[in-house]
């Protein structure tokens, strides 16, 4: 199984701040790569797909990138609406396979 | 406007069996790939099966292999999965997926329904 190691597993920043999240794939997936919202109690929200574009209606203050089997979200200018866990997730292979998730906290 | 909706959730003793059932509207159900992700309380994401468009494969995670099976009924708009044999770490929120490629089958996950709950203890 492809494994997703995700970083950090927990970040605190403050509002107006720039963040990076990185997941690192135990093998090439090449840009199989998803990131998700996910706030407490409500079900996940897809913001990225094929490591680097949008889902129709996120803002570009989310962006995605790839550089061999790393893959980092990068979040502009955090709003409160912002703090929430996210989680990067590979599909290029079966079984698909998640990252254990970064909580983004206000600082 | 995109909807998946749930149901079939509850409380079942372990080795008992439990269906779910999610609804699709709003787009074209039969032309998706679907599936299956579960989060079981204060833990990540798991994926748990996926079932192309026309059913022409089925896939599961190894943890649920010969217990849970997935299937889907075009005709009705409705994604299911049977589930067997259940046991108390089966506990999760089941949510449904939608896949964004028209007969694609890499569930590249564009939707996820409310979830629904599944509690499995005596």
């Known amino acids: 199984d492809i494994q997703m190691t995700q970083s950090p597993s927990s970040l605190s920043a403050s509002v107006g701040d720039r963040v990076t999240i990185t997941c690192r794939a135990s093998q090439d997936i090449s840009n199989y790569l998803a990131w998700f919202q996910q706030k407490p109690g409500k079900a996940p929200k897809s913001l990225i797909y094929?490591?680097?574009s949008l889902q129709s209606g996120v803002p570009s203050k989310f962006s995605g990138s790839r550089s061999g089997t790393d893959f980092t979200l990068t979040i502009n200018s955090l709003q409160p609406d912002d703090f929430a866990t996210y989680y990067c997730q590979q599909y290029s292979t079966y079984p698909i396979t998640f990252g254990l998730g970064t909580r983004l906290e206000i600082k | 406007e995109v909807q998946l909706l749930e149901s079939g959730g509850g409380l079942v003793q372990p080795g008992g069996s439990l269906r779910l059932s999610c609804a699709g509207s709003?787009?074209?159900?039969?032309?998706?790939?679907m599936g299956w992700v579960r989060q079981a309380p204060g833990r990540g994401l798991e994926w748990v099966s996926v079932?192309?468009?026309?059913?022409?494969?089925?896939k599961y995670a190894d943890f649920v292999k010969g217990r849970f099976s997935i299937a889907r009924d075009n005709s009705e708009n409705t994604l299911y999965l049977q589930m067997n044999s259940l046991r108390a770490e089966d506990t999760a929120v089941y949510y449904c997926?939608?896949?964004?490629?028209?007969?694609?089958?890499?569930?590249?996950?564009?939707?996820w329904g409310q979830g629904t709950l599944v509690t499995v203890s005596s």
């Open positions: 997926v939608k896949d964004m490629i028209r007969n694609s089958g890499l569930l590249e996950i564009d939707f």
């Open positions: 094929a490591a680097s």
């Open positions: 709003g787009f074209s159900f039969s032309n998706f790939a």
């Open positions: 079932i192309t468009a026309s059913d022409s494969w089925r």
